[in-house]
Nanobody, 124 residues
């Protein structure tokens, strides 16, 4: 069974940093596009970043403004999200997502395997 588990969230002051991790199992991780999403209360879930299976190609929306970096270690079946210069508006539950099938896309498709999320709270 496909499983992804997030960790690394927490409470941080504005301007601080966090590094999220997502450990994957149940599939050949290195063949799958992965992504980070987030959702704040009352808001739609949104993509934060995506990464190609080989880690060479990534995608970011404008709102991360170069502050976030997605990466992966295929040998460890782990996805990362380095978040710097955090802002209060970054406060959300952050979810790891694995594509449903192996592709050479940068981002997973519309339907993904979700983790349970890790909470990121940015104060001030």
């Amino acid at each position: 069974q496909v499983q992804v588990v997030e960790s690394g969230g927490g409470l941080v002051q504005a301007g601080g940093s966090l590094r999220l991790s997502c450990t994957a199992s149940g599939f050949t991780f290195e063949n799958y596009a992965m992504g980070w999403f987030r959702q704040a209360p009352g808001k739609e879930r949104e993509r934060v970043s995506c990464i190609h299976r080989n880690g060479l190609y990534t995608s970011y929306p404008n709102f991360v403004e170069g502050r976030f970096t997605i990466s992966r270690d295929n040998a460890k079946n782990t996805l990362y999200l380095q978040m710097n210069d955090l802002k209060p508006e970054d406060t959300a539950m952050y979810y790891c997502a694995a594509d449903l099938k192996p592709t050479y896309n940068i981002c997973p498709g519309q339907d993904v395997h979700w983790g349970q999320g890790t909470q990121v709270t940015v104060s001030s």
